[in-house]
């Protein structure tokens, strides 16, 4: 049995997670409006905080793809209930950007910043996943402006506010701190096998359905 807070395996099990349905379409949530400009051209990604080279790296769109670009089929399950199976998502895998640009050896977490000042905290060793990407485009296609684009983070085995649309960083953490949801009650961990949702875990929580960055 997997213990609270370890991530599950079962991404491409073909089932649901315990008080998931699976969507009609592919419903939109986020926090706040859609950013004006999401154009690809001139969108920055900033490496901060606990870095093992000690300074700051910021990385337009074209220097994350030169990390090098995988394809990733998976689910992506919102905490307002919803699923949707079976997306392609396209970018780059966060194991490739931790190898070009490490963490110190006693950084543990990190916070994704995206747009808006949204934060969203994880263990480092999410990041570490194969199914952990910094998606670009989906299905095909580059990734409209309301799905995050031009950069979003994708982690499929964490329910979706933990994968932030509009990522403009990564801060590596030496200790842990909460997320802009994790602040408001949600659950720290974010498992959707074990319903992690809510910090106190009540089984009819509040809907939370324009609050979740990632649908």
């Known amino acids: 049995m997997t213990g609270v807070g370890e991530p599950h395996d079962e991404v ?88 070009a640009f490490p963490p110190a050896e006693d950084a543990t977490h990190v916070m994704v910043w995206a747009e808006y000042g949204y934060g969203a905290n994880l263990p480092i060793a999410d990041l570490r996943r194969a199914h952990t990407v910094l998606a670009t485009a989906v299905e095909g296609e580059p990734l409209p402006p309301e799905r995050g684009g031009p950069v979003r983070l994708v982690v499929p085995h964490r329910y979706g506010w933990k994968g932030p649309k509009w990522v403009r960083g990564l801060e590596y953490l030496r200790e842990d701190r909460r997320g802009f949801w994790e602040e408001r009650g949600y659950h720290n961990h974010a498992d959707p096998w074990l319903e992690q949702r809510y910090r106190y875990q009540e089984p009819h929580g509040p809907d939370a359905a324009d609050g979740d960055s990632a649908g």
Not at 18 to 40: D, F, L, N, S
Not at 47 to 69: F, I
């Open 12 to 99: 491409d099990a073909g089932w649901l997670p315990p008080g998931q349905r699976e969507a009609t379409g592919w419903p939109v949530r986020h926090y706040g409006r859609v950013p004006r400009h999401c154009e690809a051209e001139g969108w920055q990604v900033e490496l901060s905080g606990a870095l093992r080279s000690g300074g700051a790296v910021t990385l337009d769109v074209a220097a994350l793809d030169a990390l090098g670009r995988v394809d990733v089929v998976a689910d992506l399950h919102c905490v307002t209930h919803f699923s949707v199976p079976g997306l392609r998502w396209s970018g780059v895998p966060t194991a490739a950007v931790l190898a």
